[in-house]
């Protein structure tokens, strides 16, 4: 039987053999081995919204991150930690098309709220405990979801609005492969209620249809975003 450490390692190796196969479905193929991201705008040359460094100055470095073996702080009001490993902090991953994400949750009620990812597609993949997840599609919208346990693997198309809930009394992870090198992340309630500047009260009350009080109490909260 493998050790747990064994086992993180297989269901890891599997989430990049099945991310493999959607990593070209958003992102535009790159047309060279790769373009290390760099800061230095003198280098000259600019794909994908950055600056790619001379390839005979990259190095191994360029294309390695460490530490998501470490567990994500999820004291905070929802309950979760998303580590993702972009382009931003890995630079070898310019035009390549492809991210990675750990994610922790607290005890029973630890939550990845609604939120959608404009630019990718996500894979995940349990890793710990036990999840209940789920996606709903545009318009007339509908409600996929499933309670996935360790091993289990599912995954929420590109745009739409998707979440991850704990449903065990033990700490959860899993990790997410997504298609492509910044995804972006939109937290509906974030973006609905906390946006900067606020949304006009009116607009809220109405596409709600609650009294323009409740509005006006949740646009005065502080939204976590994870």
Not at 111 to 127: F, G, Q
Not at 182 to 190: A, E, F, L, R
Not at 219 to 224: A, I
Request: neutral net charge; contains cysteine.
């Amino acid at each position: 039987m493998m050790r747990g450490a064994d086992q993180l390692h297989s269901v890891v190796a599997v989430t990049f053999l099945l991310l493999a196969s959607i990593a070209a479905a958003f992102d535009p193929s790159p047309l060279q081995d790769f373009c290390v991201s760099s800061d230095d705008p003198k280098l000259g040359v600019f794909v994908n919204g950055k600056f790619c460094k001379d390839p005979m100055q990259a190095n191994a470095d360029d294309f390695t991150f460490r530490g998501l073996n470490m567990p994500g702080n999820t004291s905070n009001p929802v309950g979760s930690n998303v580590t993702l490993v972009n382009v931003d902090r890995l630079k070898g991953l310019n035009t390549l098309g492809i991210s990675l994400a750990r994610i922790d949750y607290a005890p029973y009620g630890g939550l990845n709220p609604p939120h959608t990812h404009p630019r990718a597609t996500e894979i995940l993949v349990v890793v710990k405990g036990t999840l209940h997840v789920g996606f709903v599609t545009s318009n007339p919208p509908k409600l996929f979801t499933k309670t996935l346990h360790v091993g289990d693997v599912f995954v929420f198309p590109i745009g739409l609005i998707h979440f991850q809930l704990n449903v065990a009394n033990t700490n959860a992870i899993a990790f997410a492969g997504l298609s492509s090198q910044n995804p972006g992340t939109i937290t509906i309630v974030n973006a609905v209620f906390g946006s900067d500047p606020a949304i006009n009260p009116d607009v809220l009350t109405k596409a709600f249809q609650v009294d323009k009080n409740l509005v006006d109490y949740l646009q005065k909260q502080f939204w976590s975003e994870n």
